[in-house]
């Protein structure tokens, strides 16, 4: 599972409650741990990181890291024990032994077979299929490898050893076990005068004879392999290379030929791409009339619009590199455009084959779009995005808790505006405080006098206008907010609701980055934010943590970008104006001399 690099998500510290339900999961998981040893594994004041990845081939996984060492790992709602905590509790699972050359083919992501398990005088530990299991070498106990077992026990002795024998998810010098400090294996001997068996036969440990297994391990194997399918005999390999290879050599050859594997992957996925959405603008985007067209302007406007939701169209991850690249081969490859530079350095497409086969029966395909819902890691398209319904609400002080006790509220009541106008103005007509003269005014008694006026105004203000009262009023309460996301309870806090604040900084010399704060207070992932403003703009983004705050991020993004971040932000995700912070930051436009 982690033979090849994986990706991280997030990390943050774990809360107390998690803490405890943790160290309850594994306490069921692993039952034999004693208290010390899970206290000691998951001390309570130490900091420990939840890290949450996906594996190469997109399974979720959540790491339990302590002093950068990841102890455990959930998978589909289970536990599982790295070798760093193997390592000290070597005894945690039940453990099948094998020979040190097969150890750089679990390296590299292949399961266990039968053929080399090295079977101890006092027979196979006592598993049933899909038992948390480890894997051992000969003359140290200390594992290298965790996994589930394929079989049961009894089914082992019953296949005649043959077969898978541990599905193998986790192993020393993997990139889970290079996430740690890297440490390596303790020499842990075994028990003095243990035997082993190899098939049912005794045998004792010698250097010559090992060899001699070994090379029938892979000769078991091969036999093995005649009655596999295609697909096992590539997962089944655990024996069959006994080459004379260090593991630090191993483990740079084989990054180095996944990179380049990756590599070439990525190249063809995004040419693919390019001409798909190459295709797509010519067909549907563009017009006769535009013609000559610059290619800039073709690229921007026409092809970027119609990438697919949930991909990034990126010329330079391509094997063409760049987009005159690309068109001359569109030109001389499939004939259809032709490009000529009708200014010096600058290109345009000055005619397009509209009957070229290739392009009348290219199928669109349905969802495109400039604003396309980006694509979360678990693989579905993220829900529309709906603005928040956000209300201004008062809490009553203490203060004005006297005005409001006729209408038995106390302090701490959330109100709205238009309920506190009706409330002091029932309490005005109740007293009979209006003004005979000027029904515009109210005449001030003491409970109105402690409530509004400031001590210079208690010999002066006998009066005051209807509006002047209810703005006094609202003044003296606490200012609250409610926040109602469509689907979903109201939220309520005190004080003012943060804006989203779009602001420029310096980086380095004479570079301006935009940042963008508080988006997560509206409902907006952040990452999508990134992503549609990047596409708008053509300029890198990226997710940076919040000095000082937990689990918060902002948006940065090269160059004054405050224009655009705006207009997404009212036009697209439609929030109001005055919940955006910093608009007036922008670049002045201004006529070039």
């Not at 040893?37 to 996984?61: M, Q, R, T």
Request: with cysteine.
């Amino acid at each position: 599972m982690f033979a090849r690099q994986f990706r991280v998500k997030s990390n943050t510290a774990i809360k107390g409650s998690d803490r405890r339900k943790l160290k309850a999961d594994i306490s069921a998981a692993f039952p034999s741990l004693t208290a010390d040893e899970l206290s000691e594994l998951v001390p309570n004041k130490e900091e420990l990181n939840v890290v949450k990845i996906y594996a190469h081939k997109g399974d979720s996984v959540t790491l339990y890291v302590l002093h950068k060492n990841p102890l455990f790992f959930e998978l589909e709602k289970r536990l599982y024990p790295t070798v760093y905590v193997l390592w000290r509790c070597p005894a945690l699972l039940p453990a099948f032994r094998t020979w040190p050359p097969v150890l750089p083919k679990l390296i590299g992501g292949a399961d266990l077979m039968l053929p080399g398990v090295v079977v101890p005088s006092s027979g196979l530990p006592d598993v049933k299929p899909g038992d948390c299991c480890s894997v051992t070498l000969v003359n140290n106990r200390a594992p290298v490898a965790v996994g589930t077992a394929a079989v049961s026990s009894g089914e082992m002795h019953s296949l005649g050893m043959k077969g898978r024998g541990v599905c193998v998810l986790h192993a020393y010098m993997d990139h889970l076990w290079a996430f740690g400090d890297k440490s390596g294996p303790p020499s842990l001997p075994e028990a003095a005068g243990e035997g082993q068996e190899v098939n049912g036969e005794d045998y004792e440990v010698d250097d010559t004879e090992e060899e001699e297994e070994v090379e029938k391990c892979v000769e078991e194997e091969e036999e093995e392999e005649e009655e596999q399918t295609p697909g096992e005999k590539v997962t089944g390999q655990a024996c069959s290379g006994v080459e004379e290879l260090s593991l630090a050599e191993q483990e740079e050859e084989r990054g180095n030929e996944e990179e380049e594997a990756n590599q070439d992957d990525l190249k063809e996925i995004m040419d693919a791409l390019l001409l798909q959405c190459f295709l797509h603008a010519l067909k549907k985007k563009v017009k006769k009339s535009e013609l000559p067209l610059l290619t800039s302007t073709f690229l921007r406007n026409h092809m970027f619009s119609c990438c697919p939701s949930g991909k990034q169209l990126d010329i330079k991850k391509s094997s063409y590199k760049k987009l005159s690249k690309f068109l001359q081969a569109m030109q001389k490859q499939h004939n259809l455009v032709r490009v000529k530079e009708l200014t010096k350095g600058v290109e345009s497409i000055v005619e397009v084959d509209w009957k070229n086969r290739e392009l009348r029966y290219f199928n669109v395909p349905e969802e495109t779009g400039d604003e396309a819902s980006p694509v979360q890691d678990g693989g579905e398209a993220e829900p529309p995005y709906h603005p928040p319904e956000i209300t201004t609400l008062y809490s009553v002080s203490s203060r004005l808790e006297p005005l409001f006790l006729d209408a038995k509220k106390r302090k701490g009541t959330i109100l709205q505006p238009a309920e506190v106008r009706h409330i002091v103005t029932e309490y005005v007509k109740d007293n009979e405080l209006v003004d005979e003269n000027n029904k515009n005014y109210v005449t001030i008694n003491p409970t109105l006098c402690d409530c509004l006026l400031e001590k210079s105004e208690y010999q002066e203000v006998e009066s005051l206008k209807w509006d002047d009262l209810f703005s006094r009023a609202l003044a003296r309460m606490q200012e609250c907010y409610e926040v109602v996301f469509p689907g979903h309870a109201p939220i309520r806090k005190k004080g003012h609701i943060e804006p989203i604040d779009i602001s420029v900084a310096s980086r380095g010399s004479n570079k301006k980055v935009t940042l963008i704060k508080n988006l997560d207070v509206y409902g907006l992932d952040p990452a999508a934010v990134a992503t549609a403003l990047q596409r708008r703009v053509q300029a890198s983004s990226n997710l940076q943590p919040i000095p000082g705050s937990k689990d918060k991020v902002l948006v940065q993004i090269q160059g004054n970008q405050i224009h655009q971040a705006g207009n997404l932000l009212i036009d697209h995700y439609q929030i109001p104006r005055k919940y955006i912070q910093g608009l007036d930051k922008a670049p002045k436009g201004g006529k070039k001399k």
